[in-house]
């Protein structure tokens, strides 16, 4: 789950995105401050790593940033980025 803050908006309005899986494949599901709900129906890994890339950069482009990352230097970002994956 991954919460979303825009700086032009109230801090209490939160978007939030996270992945449900099933039997049929996964869907990405979106909910948005005033409480809609969106869901995008994927069937495979790789299509929902497609979705959550063409979302994230949707979000980005209208203003949204991952709550973790706000008010952090870009440096720091890249630090704390960098500790999630292995190499």
Known sequence: MVRFMNPNQPMDQLLVVWCEGGADGFRLMRREPDGQLHAEH???RS???????R???QLARSGWTPVG???LPSARRRAARSG????
């Open 42 to 44: 994927v069937d495979s």
């Open 84 to 87: 999630h994956f292995h190499r």
């Open 55 to 57: 979302l994230q950069a």
């Open 69 to 71: 990352t706000i008010g």
């Open 47 to 53: 299509a929902l790593y497609d979705a959550t890339v």
